[in-house]
């Protein structure tokens, strides 16, 4: 059985954007097209209709190529269950209010027991400063969290 993938909005924006001379972005965007083109294969993906609002967000163009490349991944629902364990991680953990859907995406990953979360936002998803607090609120709330990384930390061996 293959392991579940939640991608975050930030995992197409790099598969879609425009080459970049910035080292750091063009390294991103190198690893996740590698990502994309030779594991996504090996995983179940999913997204989340927070996933297709913010892809849908900004410049037409960019916009179109992102829900373009996520068309066809199954949607999962965000819950009342979501939306409260999402609240949790804001007021009992270590997310800011204005990190609001990055909450959703973890308790929506979280609720349907996603086994990894992929993403390249790294000030409030893959913050290993944060991982901690994030995990103590999912766990006290009787849920197990997901794995929260970018996709050069699942390239496997």
Known sequence: MKKSVY??????SYVTARPSRD????????????????????FDLFIS????????????????????????????QSTEEAVLL????????????????????IAVATIHEINVLLTWNCSHLANAELLGDVQRVIRSLG???????????????
Do not use: F
Request: negative net charge.
């Open 23 to 42: 080292l750091i972005q063009a390294a991103r965007r190198h690893i996740t097209n590698e990502w994309w083109e030779y594991r996504r294969s090996d």
């Open 7 to 12: 991608i975050e909005t930030s995992i197409a």
């Open 143 to 157: 849920y197990e969290p997901p794995m929260i990384c970018t996709p050069d930390e699942l390239m496997g061996e």
């Open 49 to 76: 209709q927070y996933v297709l609002d913010e892809a849908g967000d900004g410049d037409s163009e960019a916009s179109r190529r992102r829900l373009e490349l996520l068309e066809g991944l199954p949607l999962l």
């Open 86 to 105: 999402a609240e949790a991680l804001i007021v009992k953990g270590p997310l800011p209010q204005k990190a609001a859907t990055d909450a959703l995406h």
